[in-house]
Nanobody, 122 residues
Framework: VQLQASGGGLVQAGASLRLSCAASGRAFSNYAVGWFRQAPGKEREFVAVITYSGSGTSYADSVKGRFTISRDNARNSVYLQMNSLKPEDTAVYYC????????????????WGQGTLVTVSS
Protein backbone atom coordinates (compact mmCIF):
# COMPACT_ATOMS: atom_id res chain seq x y z
CA VAL A 1 0.00 0.00 0.00
CA GLN A 2 1.35 3.42 -0.97
CA LEU A 3 0.13 6.45 0.92
CA GLN A 4 0.07 10.19 0.33
CA ALA A 5 -1.03 12.71 2.93
CA SER A 6 -2.37 16.12 1.93
CA GLY A 7 -4.40 19.03 3.25
CA GLY A 8 -1.87 20.73 5.49
CA GLY A 9 -1.39 24.46 5.61
CA LEU A 10 -0.98 27.57 7.73
CA VAL A 11 -3.91 28.46 9.97
CA GLN A 12 -4.56 30.54 13.06
CA ALA A 13 -5.23 29.05 16.46
CA GLY A 14 -8.83 27.94 16.79
CA ALA A 15 -9.22 27.14 13.10
CA SER A 16 -9.93 23.77 11.49
CA LEU A 17 -8.19 21.68 8.86
CA ARG A 18 -9.01 18.38 7.23
CA LEU A 19 -6.15 16.13 6.27
CA SER A 20 -6.53 13.38 3.70
CA CYS A 21 -4.55 10.20 3.24
CA ALA A 22 -4.95 8.66 -0.20
CA ALA A 23 -3.91 5.04 -0.67
CA SER A 24 -3.05 3.08 -3.75
CA GLY A 25 -2.56 -0.63 -4.00
CA ARG A 26 -4.61 -3.65 -3.23
CA ALA A 27 -6.68 -4.43 -0.19
CA PHE A 28 -6.52 -1.02 1.48
CA SER A 29 -9.74 -1.92 3.28
CA ASN A 30 -7.90 -4.76 5.06
CA TYR A 31 -5.61 -2.35 6.92
CA ALA A 32 -5.91 -0.18 9.95
CA VAL A 33 -4.68 3.36 9.34
CA GLY A 34 -3.01 5.71 11.75
CA TRP A 35 -2.11 9.38 11.80
CA PHE A 36 1.14 10.51 13.39
CA ARG A 37 2.92 13.81 13.71
CA GLN A 38 6.41 15.09 14.25
CA ALA A 39 7.05 18.58 15.52
CA PRO A 40 10.40 20.32 14.96
CA GLY A 41 13.01 18.90 17.31
CA LYS A 42 10.66 16.27 18.70
CA GLU A 43 10.05 12.59 18.17
CA ARG A 44 7.21 11.34 16.06
CA GLU A 45 4.06 10.73 18.08
CA PHE A 46 0.83 8.83 17.63
CA VAL A 47 -2.27 10.93 16.93
CA ALA A 48 -5.13 8.62 15.96
CA VAL A 49 -5.93 5.20 14.51
CA ILE A 50 -8.94 3.69 12.79
CA THR A 51 -9.67 0.01 12.26
CA TYR A 52 -9.96 -1.54 8.81
CA SER A 53 -13.75 -1.27 8.83
CA GLY A 54 -13.90 2.12 10.48
CA SER A 55 -15.85 0.74 13.42
CA GLY A 56 -13.14 1.48 15.96
CA THR A 57 -11.05 4.56 16.62
CA SER A 58 -8.49 5.63 19.19
CA TYR A 59 -6.85 8.98 19.92
CA ALA A 60 -3.93 10.46 21.76
CA ASP A 61 -5.04 12.33 24.85
CA SER A 62 -3.65 15.57 23.43
CA VAL A 63 -6.14 15.56 20.52
CA LYS A 64 -9.11 13.73 22.02
CA GLY A 65 -12.30 15.74 21.56
CA ARG A 66 -10.73 17.98 18.90
CA PHE A 67 -9.64 15.56 16.16
CA THR A 68 -11.76 12.96 14.36
CA ILE A 69 -10.40 10.17 12.19
CA SER A 70 -12.61 8.60 9.53
CA ARG A 71 -12.26 6.54 6.39
CA ASP A 72 -13.97 5.89 3.07
CA ASN A 73 -12.82 2.51 1.78
CA ALA A 74 -14.64 3.03 -1.51
CA ARG A 75 -12.34 5.99 -2.12
CA ASN A 76 -9.24 4.37 -0.56
CA SER A 77 -8.98 7.33 1.75
CA VAL A 78 -8.65 8.19 5.42
CA TYR A 79 -9.27 11.63 6.87
CA LEU A 80 -8.28 13.57 9.94
CA GLN A 81 -10.63 16.40 10.84
CA MET A 82 -8.78 18.77 13.13
CA ASN A 83 -10.79 21.37 15.03
CA SER A 84 -9.80 23.96 17.61
CA LEU A 85 -6.21 23.85 16.46
CA LYS A 86 -3.51 25.00 18.84
CA PRO A 87 0.06 26.18 18.16
CA GLU A 88 1.30 22.96 19.76
CA ASP A 89 -0.42 21.02 16.96
CA THR A 90 2.18 22.40 14.55
CA ALA A 91 3.96 19.42 12.98
CA VAL A 92 4.40 17.33 9.89
CA TYR A 93 1.53 14.86 9.82
CA TYR A 94 1.95 11.37 8.41
CA CYS A 95 -0.44 8.52 7.71
CA UNK A 96 0.56 4.89 7.96
CA UNK A 97 -1.01 1.46 7.67
CA UNK A 98 -0.73 -1.89 9.35
CA UNK A 99 -2.90 -4.92 9.82
CA UNK A 100 -2.95 -4.43 13.59
CA UNK A 101 -4.25 -1.19 15.15
CA UNK A 102 -2.30 -2.00 18.30
CA UNK A 103 0.97 -1.80 16.40
CA UNK A 104 0.03 1.59 15.00
CA UNK A 105 -0.69 2.88 18.50
CA UNK A 106 2.89 1.91 19.32
CA UNK A 107 4.23 3.72 16.28
CA UNK A 108 4.96 0.58 14.28
CA UNK A 109 3.63 0.44 10.74
CA UNK A 110 4.07 -1.57 7.59
CA UNK A 111 3.78 1.42 5.26
CA TRP A 112 4.35 5.12 5.76
CA GLY A 113 3.27 7.97 3.56
CA GLN A 114 4.92 11.29 2.90
CA GLY A 115 3.86 13.94 5.35
CA THR A 116 1.95 17.17 5.11
CA LEU A 117 2.91 20.23 7.13
CA VAL A 118 0.43 21.84 9.49
CA THR A 119 1.39 25.19 10.99
CA VAL A 120 -0.81 26.83 13.60
CA SER A 121 -0.05 30.42 14.46
CA SER A 122 -1.01 32.02 17.77
Amino acid sequence: VQLQASGGGLVQAGASLRLSCAASGRAFSNYAVGWFRQAPGKEREFVAVITYSGSGTSYADSVKGRFTISRDNARNSVYLQMNSLKPEDTAVYYCATDILPAKLRLGVAGSWGQGTLVTVSS
